[in-house]
Nanobody, 118 residues
Framework: VQLQASGGGLVQAGGSLRLSCFVS????????MGWFRRAPGKVREFVSR????????LYADSVKGRFTISRDNAKNTVALQMNSLKPEDTAVYYC????????????WGQGTLVTVSS
C-alpha cells in the first residue's frame, strides 16, 4: 500500500490550501484515514480523521472549524481543506491509513510541507 500526499506550499496567514492523498495498492474503502502533522522542533500530532464510510469525522481542537476532511472512495483519495491558516499551522503534513478501519495507522505517506507566513 502506498500513500502519496500532495498540495502543500507557501501561503499567507488567512489563506487556504487543499491537501490530497492518493492511496494505491490496497482496499481504500475499508481504511480509516487520518492526517497528522509535525511542526519544526515538535512531535507529530493528530489533525483529523475520517471513517471508512466517510460518515464520521474527527478534528483536533486546534483546527476545528477551519479544516475539513473528506474522501472519495471511487478515486482512492482523501483530502484536507485548510482555511484561515495560521503561522502555527506550518508543518509537514502526513496522511495515514488504518488497515482495519480503526486503531493503529498502518500505512503512512511521505508528507507534504505547508508553510504559513505571517
Amino acid at each position: 500500500v502506498q500513500l502519496q500526499a500532495s498540495g502543500g506550499g507557501l501561503v499567507q496567514a488567512g489563506g487556504s490550501l487543499r491537501l490530497s492523498c492518493f492511496v494505491s495498492g490496497g482496499t481504500f474503502s475499508r481504511y480509516g484515514m487520518g492526517w497528522f502533522r509535525r511542526a519544526p522542533g515538535k512531535v507529530r500530532e493528530f489533525v483529523s480523521r475520517i471513517s471508512a464510510s466517510g460518515f464520521t469525522t474527527l478534528y483536533a481542537d486546534s483546527v476545528k472549524g477551519r479544516f475539513t476532511i473528506s474522501r472519495d472512495n471511487a478515486k482512492n483519495t482523501v483530502a484536507l481543506q485548510m482555511n484561515s491558516l495560521k503561522p502555527e499551522d506550518t508543518a509537514v503534513y502526513y496522511c495515514a491509513a488504518q488497515r482495519l478501519g480503526y486503531g493503529e495507522y498502518d500505512y503512512w505517506g511521505q508528507g507534504t510541507l505547508v508553510t504559513v507566513s505571517s
